[in-house]
């Protein structure tokens, strides 16, 4: 009897995925609703695909990485940085004999739950959450969890949320990458569940998922660093120890750092991470971006004024739905102002059941879900004078 694609595509993977330490496809712990597997595709290389077609992706293409609603065409959006990290993900998991596709899937995803303006709206949306919801933060890795969960659609499907695999969802809530970590070692056991996270530093499940860990960092700092000089033209030399180890741009900065990662798990297969050398010489070209760029004077302003935009709407919203019955969340009347249609229209496509979170929770999932764009249109809506007549 001859064998199915899919039957055939397996047998592919477990002559290629052949790390110790790999996962592959029939190994998955499973999606949160059964459902027939593709004849064609295995499950990681479908999620794949589920992230790559979900309007939450599309959307990152208008949100900042660090440059704040960008007009210049050569400079990363968050989109950019999702690709990136996909990429970076997708080559040193194939080179150690990892499964590239389980990789690939978690990089795709791992910022959808990122919210407008970068971290300086992150910021925002945590302080929100602390101020509105006692007990509560805001962390963009753990929501994006929630996206890829609740609020991401599947085209053609009245399903809510993209119905991933264990380890992709594992991946993207637990990848984290702006910690300071020099080798990581997968926790192996699933654990409690991952709905149930709700603080950072999780270990990923997998060694996939901590291959990504790591190149969340690896695919920015030398990005962001170019970047800066596209935008402001010039900064101060990078310090020439940095140099010596890692080079002086981004595409000579990605290659030295993958490659290091693949030669040091080849001495400690159970773990990923660099080298003394290189570790200490990323660490110090980390501090120099913070120092001359992601804490720079004019991004600190910006910050201001993402905080004066995201509040107006945070504060709008509450106003709206506290003078209203629950019941009133979600119906759309003609007759109202367009934020206000907008903040039900809103509720009633993405809480179609009547299964409503907290308040607060439903105006953080609001704004996490706009672009810069959007925002600043929202909020002129908000505080522009209307014409008259």
């Known amino acids: 009897m001859a064998k199915s694609l899919c039957e055939l595509a397996q047998e592919r993977e477990l002559k290629t995925v052949d790390h110790p330490f790999a996962l592959h496809s029939v190994e998955s712990v499973g999606r949160l609703r059964d459902e027939p597997e593709d004849p064609i595709r295995l499950c990681f290389q479908r999620d794949a695909h589920r992230i790559l077609h979900c309007t939450a992706f599309r959307r990152l293409r208008y949100k900042t990485q660090v440059f704040f609603s960008p007009e210049n065409d050569h400079v990363s959006t968050r989109v950019d940085h999702s690709l990136y990290a996909a990429s970076i993900a997708q080559t040193i998991a194939r080179a150690l004999g990892l499964n590239a596709d389980l990789a690939y899937a978690i990089a795709l995803g791992h910022d959808l739950g990122h919210g407008p303006f970068g971290h300086a709206g992150e910021t925002v949306l945590d302080k929100l959450c602390r101020e509105n919801d006692s007990g509560h933060s805001f962390h963009h890795e753990i929501h994006s969890l929630r ?3 609740r609020l991401a659609f599947r085209p053609s499907t009245s399903d809510q949320g993209l119905n991933l695999t264990y380890e992709v969802r594992d991946g993207i809530a637990c990848h984290c990458g702006e910690r300071k970590e020099q080798f990581i070692t997968p926790r192996r056991k699933p654990g409690r569940p991952l709905e149930k996270v709700t603080t950072r530093g999780q270990l990923p499940y997998t060694l996939e998922g901590c291959v990504v860990r790591l190149v969340d960092r690896i695919a920015y700092v030398g990005r962001d660093y170019e970047d800066a000089l596209s935008v402001w033209g010039r900064l101060p030399p990078i310090p020439s120890p940095i140099v010596a180890v890692l080079g002086r741009d981004n595409r ?13 798990n080849l001495t400690t297969p159970d773990r990923v991470g660099f080298s003394d050398r290189v570790f200490e010489a990323l660490s110090l070209l980390y501090d120099y971006n913070c120092k001359h760029i992601y804490f720079h004077p004019r991004l600190t302003d910006y910050a201001r004024l993402t905080e004066r935009m995201l509040r107006e709407i945070f504060d709008f919203g509450r106003r709206e739905l506290s003078s209203k019955k629950q019941k009133d969340w979600g119906v759309v009347r003609d007759t109202d102002p367009a934020p206000v249609r907008e ?3 809103f509720i009633s496509k993405n809480y179609p059941r009547g299964d ?3 308040l607060t929770q439903i105006l953080i999932d609001l704004i996490s879900l706009m672009t810069d764009r959007y925002a600043r249109n929202f909020f002129e809506e908000l505080v522009l004078p209307k014409a008259v007549g």
């Not at 990605?254 to 040091?264: E, R």
């Open 252 to 264: 000579t900065i990605i290659n030295t750092l993958v490659t290091d990662i693949i030669q040091t």
């Open 147 to 149: 996206v890829v969960d």
């Open 343 to 345: 903040l039900h229209h």
């Open 356 to 358: 409503l979170p907290s």
